[in-house]
């Protein structure tokens, strides 16, 4: 089935150890978010390439980088983990930024 | 800037029960609303959408939520909760090529 794949499901890293989070979509969309979802709150956007169009959220810290290297792939860095980055990172897909977004089942960061 | 304001952060109802999570958007322009379900530990999952057209729109799981101009209203309803309808439900609206989701509420199924 066409779908959102977020690897890994559970990624444990150190205090200030880079890491990547990986995202593909089998649906061909053409626009590709990144949300962060803390405990008991909303998703919150930090970034989304429309195509190869990067958008950056104003308040998305520069800690976070993103990468798209074709439709189908669309990578979070985080170059120097803190323990406030503890969260749930989710990705998700649109045909169109006005339409519904098709999300993946996210990746549970844990930094030690 | 479009905002979403849930109301009850958490809401409880016996298996059986009508369910009915309330939403209220700002939107300078028509918007457009959606609903979303996130059970433990996965992603969104679209509930349902209104853009245009009929204002009772209907979702998976038997949910339906109308669009009510006036009240600047968006609130979900199902007649019978079941047990597995126990989960936390977002409210969202598109803005500027983005959505704006709301602060979501659980909804707990006692039996």
């Known amino acids: 089935d066409a779908m959102v794949i977020q690897n890994p499901r559970y990624q444990v890293t150190q205090f200030g150890k880079p890491v990547t989070l990986s995202c593909s979509q089998t649906?061909?969309?053409?626009?590709m978010y990144w949300y962060q979802q803390k405990s008991s709150q909303a998703p919150k956007l930090l970034f989304h390439y429309y195509d190869k169009d990067f958008n950056n959220e104003a308040d998305t810290p520069d800690n976070f980088q993103s990468r798209r290297p074709n439709t189908s792939f669309c990578f979070l860095d985080i170059r120097s983990p803190g323990l406030g980055d503890a969260a749930m990172y989710l990705c998700a897909t649109s045909t169109d930024p006005d339409q519904p977004q098709h999300f993946g089942d996210g990746t549970r960061l844990s930094i030690l | 800037a479009q905002s979403v304001t849930q109301l009850g952060s958490h809401v409880s109802v016996s298996e059986g029960a009508l369910v009915l999570l309330r939403c209220n958007y700002s939107?300078?322009?028509?918007?457009?609303l959606f609903w979303y379900v996130q059970y433990p530990n996965q992603g969104l999952q679209l509930l349902l959408k209104y853009t245009t057209g009929a204002t009772l729109v209907k979702g998976i799981n038997g949910f339906e939520a109308e669009f009510k101009k006036s009240e600047t209203s968006f609130h979900l309803t199902k007649p019978s909760a079941h047990m597995s309808d126990a989960a936390e439900y977002f409210c969202a609206v598109s803005d500027r090529n983005k959505l704006v989701f709301g602060a979501g509420t659980i909804l707990r199924v006692k039996s």
């Open positions: 649906l061909n969309h053409n626009v």
């Open positions: 939107s300078s322009v028509p918007p457009y």
